[in-house]
């Protein structure tokens, strides 16, 4: 598969838009995000697997397995981030936040996010 093929730049495109509204348009962004139902909100990151899915479907890459762990692993997170900030709300920190922050160190640390760059 070539690097630039049109499912790598939907993918690509897909994990610029949050950034880039963020950067331009963050107020906006936030006050609609707010307006979701709760359980809309707390599922949003799953859609970073769809990009992972279009980048990788027609590589060697490609596993179900990794697609269902870009899904949940960022749910997962939100939720006890969101139940942190329930139980904390001064927040002053919580085993969850520390819980957060272990998994993020534990997976960059260690290499666990398949990095794709052989591209022939």
């Known amino acids: ?21 963020l950067a331009f348009a963050g107020e906006w962004l936030v006050r609609t995000i707010h307006r ?6 707390l599922a949003l990151p799953a859609l970073g697997a769809f990009s992972h899915f279009l980048a990788t479907y027609k590589t060697p890459y490609f596993q179900w397995s990794s697609v269902g762990l870009y899904a949940i692993v960022p749910v997962a997170l ?29 997976v960059v640390e260690f290499h666990w996010i398949p990095v794709c760059t052989d591209f022939s």
């Open 36 to 41: 979701l139902p709760l359980i809309a909100r």
């Open 78 to 106: 939100v939720l006890l981030i969101w139940h942190a900030a329930q139980n904390d709300p001064e927040q002053r920190g919580d085993w969850r936040d520390f819980a957060v922050l272990a998994v993020l160190g534990v």
């Open 1 to 21: 598969m070539h690097p630039w093929s049109p499912a790598t730049i939907c993918a690509a495109a897909l994990l610029l838009i949050l950034p880039l509204l």
